[in-house]
């Protein structure tokens, strides 16, 4: 493994982490009933995960234009390490989702007495917050299998989860590999990635995060409960895990979907 792709992974982890907590995002903001400030803090991360996938698609181009130039063509390996961090870094999300949820509300409660994102941070960084870390740390419980066993959540919605979070892991990614396809065309296939993942965030934007949202304004008229909610977002959680597995699966049939496209319309 070279560093490039050693690179890669951790871009890849940080990604796929930042994605999976942001559904703790809404809990926070039914705990706290401050969902503005939950939203704005949250998106200090999303800068961190924008960053990471800035640099990610780079850094795995050029090592697949090395691979080409010395004759290594169609090296899966290295995708197969990429799309296990993207799960590994899911499932590490899940298990962290309790800790996450507590910091968050931590954070947004600290912001009205710092009224300041730098202030904040430079709080959070002291050590005497560091130190206080480790209190709001907590696992996963037990009663959350019963959420997961629970019924009454909306099976086109957790559909739509997979094939959304398949979508996302592996469209650039099959651009990319669509390259050792057919090198000529990789350059056409590469740019394809925009198509793949513009797709998704518009089945994200226009059937997900809607139905979520109302949900969320449901629950503060008193419709459903916290209880519900919880379940909702657990199997919304168990889905993204699915859609990541996914992925592994989709990786080479979308490469060739990939060069296809690029070989008629590109």
Not at 69 to 85: C, P, V
Not at 117 to 139: E, N
Not at 199 to 226: H, K, M, R, T, W
Request: no cysteine; glycine share 6%.
């Amino acid at each position: 493994m070279t560093t490039q792709i050693a690179f890669v992974l951790v871009f890849t982890f940080v990604i796929n982490l930042i994605s999976t907590l942001s559904l703790g995002v809404r809990i926070v903001g039914l705990q706290t009933r401050k969902w503005s400030i939950s939203y704005a803090l949250f998106n200090l991360m999303t800068l961190v995960s924008r960053l990471a996938n800035t640099l990610q698609a780079p850094l795995l181009a050029k090592t697949i234009e090395m691979n080409i130039l010395h004759g290594r063509t169609e090296q899966t390996s290295d995708f197969q390490w990429i799309m296990l961090a993207a799960i590994l870094a899911t499932g590490t999300g899940g298990l962290l989702f309790p800790s996450f949820q507590r910091l968050l509300a931590r954070a947004v409660e600290r912001y009205y007495d710092y009224r300041s994102i730098p202030k904040l941070l430079f709080y959070s960084a002291s050590p005497q917050t560091i130190r206080q870390i480790p209190a709001y740390v907590k696992w996963p419980d037990r009663q959350n299998w019963h959420h997961f066993r629970a019924r009454n959540v909306p099976w086109s919605i957790l559909a739509m989860n997979v094939l959304v979070s398949a979508l996302l892991t592996v469209g650039v990614l099959a651009t990319l590999y669509a390259g050792y396809l057919n090198p000529d065309l990789r350059s056409t296939s590469a740019s394809m990635s925009g198509l793949i993942n513009g797709i998704s965030i518009v089945l994200l934007a226009v059937l997900i995060d809607p139905a979520i949202a109302l949900l969320s304004d449901e629950i503060v008229a008193g419709q459903f409960s916290e209880g519900y909610f919880r379940r909702y977002i657990i199997w919304t959680l168990m889905a993204r895990v699915v859609g990541t597995l996914l992925a592994q699966v989709l990786l080479i049939p979308a490469a060739h979907i990939v060069v296809w496209m690029a070989e008629r319309f590109g």
